[in-house]
């Protein structure tokens, strides 16, 4: 039988053409998921990343299974959420397809002491260990119970909406 996707189904296509639509109103800060394998960095852009529960404190992120980082996530025993600051619009790019590979660390303060690379001026810094992951579509969701916490500098974060980056005026005038 065939599998009834958006290209086969014209009605489930406009459905999700309008989610889209809908998604571009959603104010989304912008993360860097971050792991390591076999001393290989992976780093990737996503605001589809998210609160979950604080019994335990944990977070969840949904990565395209086609993600360089996915087959990294499946394995890795920990993770990082590397919240941008408005600073980091460059970076976002970066690891948002620009640059592939390893290369996506050569700007920005990373800091590759610990078990994954962190972004040292992150807003913050969610140290998870991997708890579950589930197939949903063409994503995964990650789990990550959140082991250690890093935060840095002024709350300014890079904003993603409409399709393009801005930051919280409103906590700029105080
Ligand atoms: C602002 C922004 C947000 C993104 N959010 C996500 C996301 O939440 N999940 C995801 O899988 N990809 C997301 N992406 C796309 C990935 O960053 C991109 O597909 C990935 O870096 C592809 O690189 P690869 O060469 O490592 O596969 C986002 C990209 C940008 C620029």
């Excluded at 993770?79 to 970076?91: C, G, Q, T």
Aim: with cysteine; glycine share 6%; net charge negative.
């Amino acid at each position: 039988m065939t599998e009834v996707t958006a290209e086969t189904d014209p009605t489930l296509e406009a459905i999700a053409d309008k989610t889209k639509l809908a998604l571009r109103r959603l104010a989304k800060s912008v993360m860097i998921i971050t792991a390591r394998q076999d001393g290989v960095n992976y780093a990737m852009a996503a605001t589809a990343v998210d609160a979950l529960s604080m019994e335990p404190p944990s977070v969840l992120a949904c990565v395209n299974q086609n993600a360089s980082i996915h087959p990294v996530l499946l394995k890795a025993e920990r993770f990082a959420i590397n919240i941008l600051s408005r600073a980091h619009e460059d970076l976002s790019h970066h690891c948002g397809g620009r640059v592939k590979g390893e290369a996506r660390f050569e700007i920005g303060s990373w800091d590759h002491d610990g078990e994954v690379p962190v972004l040292a001026d992150a807003q913050a810094a969610i140290l998870c260990r991997s708890d579950a992951h589930f197939e949903y579509g063409t994503h995964s969701i990650f789990v990550g119970k959140v082991e250690d916490v890093r935060t840095h500098g002024v709350i300014d974060p890079l904003v993603y909406i409409d399709g393009r980056y801005t930051g919280v005026n409103a906590l700029m005038m105080g």
